[in-house]
């Protein structure tokens, strides 16, 4: 099915010099931010006390929220287990503060706008299973970027594989970058993102490059220059793109907005993710084709004639 036709190539490669300019300073940046500002981990990762409290009725969580953001402990997370009566509390290490004392604050505030609400449990995480949790993180994300470089190597030949290898660290790191600049909270839901966002991202490298190998293939492409055929497959994704994408953008922002703070780290990465994805499949990675020197002879090798028989 295809809504949106679009009757002539778009000349992507025309701009591809400057779009791969664009992406080499958004990268850079990223990077700065990342050694100078750093990530703004949570709770999960720098140990802190969590607390699961219980009301008799109904909650509003973004009144909780405000009302322990007046006791300046730092970064508060506040969420709904299930049902808005049942409320998670993360709060973070206070050099100091004892965590029983953290809970105590925390009680004695909340009761003073519900005298009803009761401590089920609290529970102290350390620092050392911050550090695990770090670890086990890092280790995840290399995971899956080695699957990925495997899978694009026995996929394609190594110039489209490499190329996309590119595209999906770019995606990475400016997600990354993002995080650290706005010091938006990293936590586990946001690593989760940014995992989606790596399979997602590969996934419409793909698709652009089996339609770029296809083109090199067919006869009516074999006096076409190769930015030519690369456009003409970028061209050709297009409706299938819009389309995709666009379905799913609008589901990770009705996440973003409508998911509460549960949601928001992960929609977060993903609303990021998915508009730098579209972006590096189509004006980085195969930009990054044409500067490896991708020929016809790469993909579509001319076979080899058979020598007269001598009569």
């Given at each position: 099915?295809?809504f949106?036709?679009i009757k002539r190539?778009?000349?992507?490669?025309?701009?591809?010099?400057l779009?791969?300019l664009i992406?080499?300073l958004?990268?850079?940046l990223?990077?700065?931010?990342?050694?100078?500002?750093g990530?703004?981990?949570?709770?999960e990762?720098?140990?802190?006390?969590?607390?699961?409290?219980e009301?008799?009725?109904?909650?509003?969580?973004n009144?909780i929220?405000?009302?322990l953001?007046t006791?300046?402990?730092?970064e508060?997370?506040v969420?709904?287990?299930?049902?808005?009566?049942h409320?998670m509390?993360r709060?973070p290490n206070?050099?100091?503060?004892?965590?029983?004392?953290?809970?105590?604050q925390v009680?004695?505030?909340?009761?003073?706008?519900?005298p009803?609400?009761?401590?089920?449990?609290v529970?102290?995480?350390?620092?050392?299973?911050g550090?695990?949790?770090?670890?086990?993180?890092?280790?995840a994300l290399?995971m899956?970027?080695?699957?990925i470089i495997v899978?694009?190597?026995?996929?394609?030949e190594?110039?489209f594989?490499?190329?996309?290898?590119?595209?999906?660290?770019?995606?990475?790191?400016?997600i990354?970058g993002?995080?650290a600049?706005f010091?938006w909270e990293?936590s586990?839901t946001?690593l989760?993102?940014?995992?989606?966002?790596l399979g997602y991202?590969?996934?419409?490298?793909?698709v652009?490059?089996?339609?770029i190998?296809?083109?090199f293939?067919k006869p009516q492409?074999?006096?076409?220059?190769?930015?030519?055929?690369?456009?003409?497959?970028?061209t050709a994704t297009?409706?299938r793109?819009?389309?995709t994408?666009?379905?799913?953008?609008?589901m990770?922002?009705?996440m973003?907005i409508?998911g509460?703070a549960?949601?928001?780290?992960f929609?977060?990465a993903?609303?990021i993710?998915?508009?730098?994805?579209?972006?590096s499949s189509v004006?980085?990675a195969?930009?990054?084709?044409?500067m490896?020197?991708?020929?016809r002879?790469n993909?579509?090798?001319?076979p080899?004639?058979?020598?007269?028989?001598?009569?």
């Amino acid at each position: 099915m295809e809504f949106f036709k679009i009757k002539r190539d778009i000349p992507f490669m025309s701009y591809g010099k400057l779009t791969t300019l664009i992406s080499l300073l958004t990268f850079i940046l990223a990077v700065f931010f990342l050694v100078v500002r750093g990530l703004n981990f949570s709770v999960e990762f720098t140990g802190g006390t969590v607390m699961e409290v219980e009301y008799s009725q109904g909650a509003d969580v973004n009144q909780i929220r405000s009302q322990l953001n007046t006791l300046k402990m730092g970064e508060v997370q506040v969420q709904a287990l299930g049902t808005n009566r049942h409320i998670m509390i993360r709060l973070p290490n206070k050099e100091g503060v004892t965590t029983a004392q953290l809970s105590n604050q925390v009680m004695d505030m909340l009761k003073q706008s519900h005298p009803d609400v009761s401590l089920r449990q609290v529970e102290f995480i350390g620092p050392q299973v911050g550090e695990e949790l770090v670890t086990n993180g890092l280790l995840a994300l290399a995971m899956v970027i080695a699957g990925i470089i495997v899978y694009l190597s026995i996929r394609f030949e190594w110039r489209f594989a490499v190329s996309a290898i590119i595209a999906n660290m770019h995606d990475v790191v400016i997600i990354l970058g993002c995080f650290a600049f706005f010091q938006w909270e990293f936590s586990l839901t946001v690593l989760a993102g940014i995992l989606a966002v790596l399979g997602y991202s590969v996934n419409e490298s793909v698709v652009v490059f089996d339609r770029i190998r296809e083109n090199f293939r067919k006869p009516q492409m074999r006096n076409k220059s190769v930015p030519h055929i690369i456009d003409n497959a970028i061209t050709a994704t297009m409706s299938r793109t819009i389309i995709t994408h666009g379905s799913t953008e609008a589901m990770v922002l009705a996440m973003l907005i409508f998911g509460g703070a549960a949601l928001h780290g992960f929609a977060l990465a993903l609303t990021i993710g998915i508009v730098f994805g579209i972006y590096s499949s189509v004006l980085v990675a195969s930009p990054l084709l044409l500067m490896f020197g991708l020929s016809r002879e790469n993909i579509a090798k001319p076979p080899k004639r058979k020598e007269e028989a001598v009569v």
